[in-house]
Nanobody, 121 residues
């Protein structure tokens, strides 16, 4: 069974920085992509940033220029460096990984438990 474990969420003042980490463990064959979603109370879950095994990235418009996603393929770990944090960034951040569990198998999405990021003003 695949497990995604997030860490790094915290309470921080506006303008501060945080670095989130997510490591995938368990039995799987390959990783196609990893990324981060977030959900605030009363809002839809949204994509924050994602990265493919080849290094292609995508970002929500609201975080471009402030957040950077990176990945260590050897460690099956994805990171999210968050700078110039704003109160609007307050949310539960969820790690996502698209994995195949056997040779030539389909890629399936897996989710972490979530880590709370709170930005105070």
């Amino acid at each position: 069974q695949v497990q995604l474990v997030e860490s790094g969420g915290d309470l921080v003042q506006a303008g501060g920085s945080l670095r989130l980490s997510c490591a995938a463990s368990g039995i799987f064959f390959s990783v196609n992509s990893m990324g981060w979603y977030r959900q605030a109370p009363g809002k839809q879950r949204e994509l924050v940033a994602g990265i493919t095994i080849g290094g292609s990235t995508k970002y929500a418009d609201s975080v471009k220029g402030r957040f950077t996603v990176s990945r260590d393929n050897a460690k099956n770990t994805v990171y999210l460096q968050m700078n110039s944090l704003e109160p609007a960034d307050t949310a539960v951040y969820y790690c996502n990984a698209e994995l195949s569990t056997y040779l030539s198998g389909p890629y399936i999405a897996y989710w972490g438990q979530g880590t709370q990021v709170t930005v105070s003003s």
